[in-house]
């Protein structure tokens, strides 16, 4: 087995490393204090080609794998940036290249790629189901030729920003339902429009971190049939190959900031002199920082399994899953130990430690809990009886 990266990789990874230094700590750093969307990386990002990375060439886009988009991503946290403000566009490709018709990926998928549409809000989550998703309530009743939603989402990020939503919505009771995981369907939605004539309303959450979260309340959305994406009650289904997307891609992210966090805390470490001597020289320093280095060494290794079984149309669930929960564990160590190793200057805004800690903290929580991963993986990889 090769474990190296292929030349396109190497050759990706620099570019975005490139491009990502003429948006050095200050800008992050400033976005972060006005909650701002990061629209000119994003355009930048855009019209470099690397949010198009899924997109298949026939529709303009770069024709890449996951294991390619998960280089992107880690790069870019990797750097001192925040991914999470275009990866959104990349894992709801898992759906619409998958499940979507011939006339919708005609419809959108070049514009996506030219970067004159956005489609980077996913809504999935609903107040009341949390992490339980076959439990929404969201409707979506036929009515002759059209279908009329009603219903509220939360923690939908991006939807300010956004053109297009993904939305996964009841199409039948779930009291009528066997199996629990149908009667659930996904709509392609133009955001815009919606909130124009009012079916839609968003209202911002504020949040620890700059994420730009919101949540969404629709009333009498109409939507047509040619807005359903794959087929009417399959939608569980059919966003599971979003989920395990995501999951590799939040597992990038999560190494990407890890791998800041050891570098600064490293060169930090090595730097600073206290009672004759540089910090690192110190075990109790030194070891945390070695420790989450080779944590994010494993997990790496996870996440390339992963990528590789999603780019060659293989079962990923446990190893995208897996992936997943040991990047945002080994990337919350490394936030640790450089918040140990700088001492007091880790709070300091201008070493923006405190800002990646903030923003990788996340990735323990969302987009989906490690507890719930780690039920799944007792449950459908070790064959333990459901916990939850």
């Known amino acids: 087995m090769d474990f190296r990266a292929t030349p396109e990789q190497q050759a990706i990874q620099a570019a975005v490393r490139d491009l990502c230094a003429k ?17 000119e990386f994003v355009r930048a990002l855009t019209d470099a ?32 940036g925040n991914a999470a403000s275009a990866h959104a566009q990349m894992y709801t490709m ?115 971190l ?27 289904r059919h966003i599971i190959d ?19 966090f050891v570098e600064r805390a490293a060169r930090y470490a090595s730097e600073r002199i206290v009672f004759g001597r540089p910090i690192g020289a110190n075990q109790g320093v ?15 290794l996870v996440r390339d399994k992963a990528a590789w079984l999603f780019d060659h149309g293989e079962p990923c669930g446990d190893e995208a899953n897996t992936a997943k929960l040991l990047a945002s564990q080994a990337a919350w160590a490394a936030g640790n130990a450089a918040m140990d190793a700088f001492g007091g200057y880790a709070y300091a805004k201008e070493f923006d430690i405190e800002r990646k800690f903030r923003e990788t903290r996340l990735f323990l929580t969302a987009p989906v809990s490690n507890n719930l991963v780690l039920a799944y993986i007792a449950e459908h990889v070790l064959g333990l009886p459901r916990s939850y």
């Open 49 to 80: 080609g690397w949010l198009a990375a899924l997109i298949p060439a026939e529709y303009g886009g770069a024709g890449l794998g996951m294991a390619e988009a998960s280089v992107i991503l880690e790069e870019i946290n990797t750097s001192g």
């Open 210 to 236: 700059n994420h730009h979260t919101t949540e969404l309340f629709i009333d009498g959305l109409v939507l047509r049939p040619a807005d359903l994406v794959g087929t009417e009650g399959q939608g569980f």
């Open 286 to 300: 030194q070891f945390p920082i070695a420790q989450a280095h080779a944590q994010l060494v494993a997990a790496g």
């Open 23 to 39: 948006y050095p700590d200050a800008y992050w750093r400033d976005l972060d204090r006005r909650s701002a969307y990061p629209d």
């Open 94 to 208: 898992g759906t619409l290249l998958r499940h979507g018709s011939a006339a919708q990926k005609e419809r959108i998928l070049p514009r996506l790629a030219k970067g004159d549409l956005r489609l980077q809000a996913f809504g999935v989550t609903e107040a009341e189901a949390g992490s339980e998703t076959t439990r929404i309530k969201t409707f979506a009743r036929r009515d002759g030729d059209r279908y009329v939603v009603n219903g509220k989402k939360i923690f939908i990020s991006r939807t300010l920003q956004s053109d297009l939503l993904l939305l996964l919505a009841r199409t039948t009771p779930y009291e009528e339902l066997t199996d629990k995981t149908q009667g659930l369907s996904v709509f392609l939605v133009d955001l815009k429009a919606a909130v124009a004539a009012g079916t839609v309303k968003i209202s911002p959450i504020e949040t620890m």
């Open 242 to 260: 979003s989920w395990n997307a995501e999951r590799i891609l939040i597992a990038s992210e999560s190494l990407g900031d890890g791998r800041w």
